[in-house]
C-alpha cells in the first residue's frame, strides 16, 4: 500500500468514526456537496470541511482580514478589534459550542473563517455606502454575507473560486448575526439551486430571514452574536465612548458586565439549552437580556455620533472612487488600476457574466481600509509639484 493509499485510507476510517462520535443531528464529512466533482485523489488526506477550511485560509481575501475594520475605524488603537480577531474569536467560541454538542467542528470551523470575507473596508458604515452605489447602479442591495460568497465562489482564483461544499457556503450565507433569534431551526435539505434563490432574494429584501440548513451554521450564527456583542462593549469603554456602569443593569445581571463574563453566561446558557436537540436556543431570559444588549449596543455604539468617524468624508470617497472605476471600464482604461490590480488575469465567465457596476462593487468590496484610503490618496487629492527655477 502506497503513501497516498495509506493517508485516504486514514481519511476513510475518519468520515465513518464521524457516524459513532457525532450526534445525530450534525453534519456528516461524508454528506458534503460541491458543484463540481473532485478527483478522490485532490482532496488527498483532508475530510471535506477540513479541506474547506484550508482553502478559505489560503484565499487572497482572507490575508485581507489583517486591515478590515470590525465596528471602530480611523482610530489608532493596537487594541482595537478588527475583522481579523473577530473571526478567531467566533471559530473559538462555536467550536467550543460544537464541541460540547458532538457536532461536525471541520464543518464549523470553515463557516466561521469565512463568515466575513466579504465586507468591506469601514465596516458596516462601509458595507452601508456600497449598499446605496449599489442600487443607485441597478444590483440591488449590497450585503457582506452575500458578498462572502460571492468572493468565495465567483471572484477567488481569478474567477474560477475554490469550489466550497454547500454546507460551508449555506452557513457563510445565512450567519446573520445582527438579527436577534432566540431559537435556531435547521432549515434542511438545502441543494445549490435553493441557496441560489436564497442569494437573490436576500439581494432584493435583505430583512429576509435566511436560516441555515446545519446546526453548525446554526451554532456560528449564534456565536457570531457571541463573538461581538461583549467585545465591542470593552472596546468603547476602552475608547471612552461609554461606561461600564451604562450597560443595563437587567443585562448585567443576567449576562455579567465583562466580555468575558458575558461570553461565558452566553456559551453555557446556549449549551445547556440545546443539549440533545435538533435546534439551537437560549433560555427565555438569556435570550432576551441579550436581545436588550444588542439594543444597548445599537443606541450607544453602533449608532452613536463617534467625533473621529469622519462619516461624511468616508462617504464622499466611496462615491467618488466608484464612480472612476466605473468610467474607466466603460472606457477600456485599462491603465487603470482595477484593470492591472483586479482584472489582470481574470476568467473569462467571471468578466461574461459580471456587469461593469458589478466588477467596480467587487473591487472595493475587497479592499482594507489602508488600500482604499491609499487609492483615494492617489486618484482623489490633488498632488503638488514642485519645480527648481532656473
Same mark, same amino acid.
Request: glycine fraction near 6%; aromatic fraction near 8%; charge should be negative.
Given at each position: 500500500?502506497?503513501?497516498? &493509499?495509506?493517508?485516504?485510507?486514514?481519511?476513510?476510517?475518519?468520515?465513518?468514526?464521524?457516524?459513532?462520535?457525532?450526534?445525530?443531528?450534525?453534519?456528516?464529512?461524508? /454528506?458534503?456537496?460541491?458543484?463540481?466533482?473532485?478527483?478522490?485523489?485532490?482532496?488527498?488526506?483532508?475530510?471535506?470541511?477540513?479541506?474547506? %477550511?484550508?482553502?478559505? *485560509?489560503?484565499?487572497?481575501? !482572507?490575508?485581507?482580514?489583517?486591515?478590515? &475594520?470590525?465596528?471602530?475605524?480611523?482610530? @489608532?488603537?493596537?487594541?482595537? %478589534?478588527?475583522?481579523?480577531?473577530?473571526?478567531?474569536?467566533?471559530?473559538?467560541?462555536?467550536?467550543?459550542?460544537?464541541?460540547?454538542?458532538?457536532?461536525? +467542528?471541520?464543518?464549523?470551523?470553515?463557516?466561521?473563517?469565512?463568515?466575513?470575507?466579504?465586507?468591506?473596508?469601514?465596516?458596516?458604515?462601509?458595507?452601508?455606502?456600497?449598499?446605496?452605489?449599489?442600487?443607485?447602479?441597478?444590483?440591488?442591495?449590497?450585503?457582506?454575507?452575500?458578498?462572502?460568497?460571492?468572493? *468565495?465562489?465567483?471572484?477567488?482564483?481569478?474567477?474560477?473560486?475554490? /469550489?466550497?461544499?454547500?454546507?460551508?457556503?449555506?452557513?457563510?450565507?445565512?450567519?446573520?448575526?445582527?438579527?436577534?433569534?432566540?431559537?435556531?431551526?435547521?432549515?434542511?435539505?438545502?441543494?445549490?439551486?435553493?441557496?441560489? @434563490?436564497?442569494?437573490? +432574494?436576500?439581494?432584493?429584501?435583505?430583512?429576509?430571514?435566511?436560516?441555515?440548513?446545519?446546526?453548525?451554521?446554526?451554532?456560528? #450564527?449564534?456565536?457570531?452574536?457571541?463573538?461581538?456583542?461583549?467585545?465591542?462593549?470593552?472596546?468603547?469603554?476602552?475608547?471612552?465612548?461609554?461606561?461600564?456602569?451604562?450597560?443595563?443593569? $437587567?443585562?448585567?445581571?443576567?449576562?455579567?458586565? &465583562?466580555?468575558?463574563?458575558?461570553? $461565558?453566561?452566553?456559551?453555557?446558557?446556549?449549551?445547556?439549552?440545546?443539549?440533545?436537540?435538533? !435546534?439551537?436556543?437560549?433560555?427565555? +431570559?438569556?435570550?432576551?437580556?441579550?436581545?436588550? *444588549?444588542?439594543?444597548?449596543?445599537?443606541?450607544?455604539?453602533?449608532?452613536?455620533?463617534?467625533?473621529?468617524?469622519?462619516?461624511?468624508?468616508?462617504?464622499?470617497?466611496?462615491?467618488?472612487?466608484?464612480? #472612476?472605476?466605473?468610467?474607466?471600464?466603460?472606457?477600456?482604461?485599462?491603465?487603470?488600476?482595477? $484593470?492591472?490590480?483586479?482584472?489582470?488575469?481574470?476568467?473569462?465567465?467571471?468578466?461574461?457574466? %459580471?456587469?461593469?457596476?458589478?466588477?467596480?462593487?467587487?473591487?472595493?468590496?475587497?479592499? %482594507?481600509? +489602508?488600500?482604499? *484610503?491609499?487609492?483615494?490618496?492617489?486618484?482623489?487629492?490633488?498632488?503638488? @509639484?514642485?519645480?527648481?527655477?532656473?
Amino acid at each position: 500500500m502506497n503513501e497516498s &493509499t495509506m493517508l485516504n485510507k486514514l481519511r476513510d476510517e475518519l468520515d465513518g468514526a464521524e457516524e459513532e462520535r457525532l450526534s445525530p443531528w450534525a453534519c456528516l464529512s461524508l /454528506n458534503a456537496l460541491r458543484r463540481r466533482e473532485e478527483d478522490n485523489i485532490t482532496k488527498g488526506h483532508r475530510q471535506n470541511f477540513s479541506l474547506d %477550511t484550508d482553502r478559505i *485560509l489560503h484565499s487572497l481575501a !482572507y490575508s485581507r482580514y489583517i486591515d478590515k &475594520t470590525q465596528v471602530f475605524y480611523l482610530i @489608532k488603537n493596537d487594541h482595537i %478589534t478588527h475583522r481579523v480577531l473577530h473571526v478567531q474569536l467566533v471559530s473559538k467560541i462555536s467550536r467550543t459550542i460544537g464541541r460540547l454538542l458532538r457536532l461536525n +467542528e471541520d464543518l464549523i470551523e470553515a463557516i466561521s473563517l469565512g463568515h466575513d470575507i466579504g465586507h468591506a473596508p469601514f465596516g458596516h458604515d462601509g458595507e452601508k455606502f456600497l449598499s446605496d452605489l449599489s442600487l443607485h447602479y441597478g444590483l440591488g442591495y449590497f450585503l457582506h454575507n452575500l458578498q462572502s460568497v460571492r468572493a *468565495l465562489e465567483k471572484i477567488e482564483k481569478k474567477g474560477k473560486g475554490w /469550489n466550497l461544499t454547500l454546507q460551508v457556503l449555506d452557513g457563510i450565507l445565512c450567519h446573520d448575526g445582527e438579527l436577534h433569534s432566540q431559537a435556531l431551526h435547521p432549515d434542511k435539505g438545502k441543494n445549490f439551486q435553493k441557496i441560489n @434563490k436564497e442569494i437573490k +432574494e436576500k439581494e432584493d429584501n435583505p430583512s429576509i430571514n435566511l436560516y441555515p440548513m446545519t446546526m453548525e451554521g446554526c451554532v456560528v #450564527r449564534m456565536a457570531d452574536t457571541i463573538s461581538y456583542i461583549g467585545r465591542d462593549i470593552e472596546d468603547a469603554i476602552r475608547l471612552g465612548l461609554i461606561k461600564r456602569d451604562d450597560i443595563p443593569e $437587567y443585562c448585567r445581571r443576567i449576562l455579567g458586565e &465583562t466580555n468575558g463574563t458575558i461570553v $461565558y453566561s452566553l456559551v453555557e446558557d446556549l449549551v445547556i439549552n440545546s443539549l440533545n436537540k435538533p !435546534y439551537i436556543c437560549f433560555s427565555e +431570559e438569556v435570550g432576551d437580556a441579550l436581545n436588550r *444588549l444588542k439594543e444597548f449596543n445599537t443606541k450607544n455604539i453602533y449608532t452613536s455620533n463617534m467625533p473621529w468617524k469622519q462619516t461624511l468624508k468616508i462617504e464622499l470617497m466611496f462615491k467618488l472612487l466608484f464612480e #472612476r472605476y466605473f468610467n474607466n471600464l466603460e472606457k477600456g482604461d485599462e491603465s487603470s488600476d482595477i $484593470y492591472r490590480e483586479f482584472l489582470e488575469g481574470m476568467s473569462s465567465e467571471y468578466m461574461d457574466n %459580471t456587469s461593469n457596476a458589478g466588477i467596480v462593487r467587487d473591487f472595493i468590496a475587497g479592499m %482594507t481600509d +489602508e488600500y482604499f *484610503l491609499a487609492q483615494c490618496r492617489k486618484h482623489l487629492i490633488p498632488q503638488t @509639484k514642485f519645480a527648481l527655477f532656473e
